[in-house]
């Protein structure tokens, strides 16, 4: 059964650097999710992303995000900047329409 | 501003008992529910899903009920199995968004107690 796949499943670094998630998502899917889960806190959306660009991104979701979709495979999730409270669990999820079927998150901690 | 709300943090049921979820929205705008189900350093895995033209979906032993009046969904899982426990989030999308970003709950634990 095809799954979305993340790497890394940890990635810690340290405050100002910049980190670069990355995401292969389910192949015949068509909308392309980034969802991030601080510790205790819900699950909270960051950006969609469709035919190639974004098609809505949330308030969380500022310059210091950016995505892309770089082949017909990949896609990542950049953060220029790292803050503290940029540590969290980071899942990318992808859809044929409404169900989106998520990856096994990133954990991000940033020191 | 909490658009959906899951006012149980936690549950415990007998295993072979009925479990029953429950979920409120606030946002009218919301036209399609999804079930998931989260164990610890995984991520979401999708249950079930219904549109708001339906009041009842069932996929084997989870059945998920929507009352729209009242802004309400419920998931029922029969008979509970230990396999069950798990963290379940309520999710609602407002499809006519242009997006079909998820809006989640904070979620229920579920213990499942053989």
């Known amino acids: 059964e095809p799954e979305v796949t993340q790497t890394p499943s940890h990635q810690v670094t340290q405050m100002g650097q910049e980190v670069i998630l990355r995401c292969v998502p389910i192949?015949?899917?068509?909308?392309f999710y980034w969802y991030r889960q601080i510790l205790g806190q819900k699950v909270e959306f960051l950006v969609s992303f469709y035919n190639n660009e974004i098609s809505e991104k949330s308030e969380i979701f500022d310059d210091q995000f950016s995505v892309e979709r770089p082949d017909g495979s990949n896609f990542t999730l950049k953060i220029r900047s790292t803050k503290l409270e940029d540590s969290a669990m980071y899942f990318c999820?992808?859809?044929?329409?409404?169900?989106?079927?998520f990856g096994p998150g990133t954990r991000l901690t940033v020191t | 501003d909490q658009q959906v709300k899951q006012n149980s943090p936690s549950l415990s049921v007998q295993e072979g008992r009925i479990s029953i979820l429950n979920c409120d929205y606030t946002?009218?705008?919301?036209?399609?529910f999804l079930w998931y189900k989260k164990y610890p350093a995984e991520g979401p895995t999708f249950l079930i899903s219904i549109s708001s033209i339906k009041d009842k979906n069932e996929d084997g032993r989870f059945t998920v009920f929507l009352n729209k009046s009242a802004k309400h969904l419920s998931l029922h899982i029969v008979p509970s199995q230990p396999g069950d426990s798990a963290v379940y989030f309520c999710?609602?999308?407002?499809?006519?968004?242009?997006?079909?970003?998820?809006?989640f709950g904070k979620g229920t634990k579920l213990s499942v107690i053989p």
């Open positions: 946002n009218s705008m919301f036209d399609y």
């Open positions: 999820a992808s859809s044929p329409v409404y169900e989106q079927y």
């Open positions: 192949s015949n899917h068509l909308y």
């Open positions: 999710a609602a999308i407002d499809t006519g968004a242009g997006s079909y970003q998820l809006t």
